[in-house]
């Protein structure tokens, strides 16, 4: 990674880790405010409160919500710690499951779902790798699989370990893709930007089946 990128990248991840730890406090004022007029609400001295009901279930929602934006937060701020180094060791599952909290959003303009799984024994694999570059190639083979998979179906990423390295592979649950989904995908992954992520991070990719296969040496 060129020195002045690399720099923008770390200064972008300290910035937005920053703005998260404070969004999280807002959370946390809002959970416990929103706890505490629950409290007041179910107390006997409160039974006759007019619309208390909905106060009750607003409130719910908004609890609800706090733990949402909690969570979604929770991974940004893992996100951008990754900016912090362009060389880490890397553990393929927390990567995963922090591609597929943020990638959420994307996928449900397309009504897709997401689901995750690992092999035995690739739960605690480590890898060295630059986190941002790996996350990028893998958000690329999502994003161009979710391109090819119909409205309304659904996705999943298995990881698995090897020898000398791990893999990916994202799949579509609408069958086997046609050729011209094949090659949409595979002229992503030949695309300059892309081809240049392969070649820092050692890695491979395969188009086939019904998916994209990763392949990511230990060592980078």
Do not use: Y
């Not at 739960?123 to 090819?148: H, K, N, W, Y």
């Amino acid at each position: 990674m060129q020195e002045h990128v690399r720099d923008d990248a770390a200064f972008m991840g300290k910035i937005t880790a920053g703005a998260t730890h404070e969004l999280k406090n807002v959370f946390a004022i809002v959970g416990e405010s929103a706890g505490l007029l629950e409290d007041l609400l179910q107390a006997p001295s409160s039974r006759d409160f007019p619309h208390r009901e909905r106060f009750l279930k607003a409130l719910t929602s908004i609890r609800d919500q706090v733990r949402r934006g909690t969570h979604i937060l929770t991974q940004l701020n893992r996100f951008a710690h990754g900016a912090d180094s362009d060389a880490a060791a890397v553990r393929l599952r927390d990567m995963v499951e922090n591609l597929k909290a943020l990638s959420d959003r994307f996928l449900r303009q397309k009504a897709l779902s997401l689901t995750f799984s690992g092999t035995q024994g690739a739960d605690e694999v480590t890898i060295q790798a630059c986190p941002v570059s790996l996350q990028r190639l893998l958000f690329t083979g999502l994003m161009a699989l979710a391109q090819e998979v119909p409205q309304g179906g659904s996705l999943s990423i298995h990881t698995g370990a090897e020898a000398d390295g791990v893999w990916c592979r994202l799949s579509g649950q609408a069958g086997v893709l046609d050729e011209a989904a094949v090659g949409a995908i595979r002229r992503c992954f030949e695309e300059e930007d892309v081809a240049a992520l392969l070649q820092a991070l050692s890695a491979t990719v395969s188009v086939q089946g019904d998916g994209v296969l990763v392949r990511l040496s230990r060592s980078g």
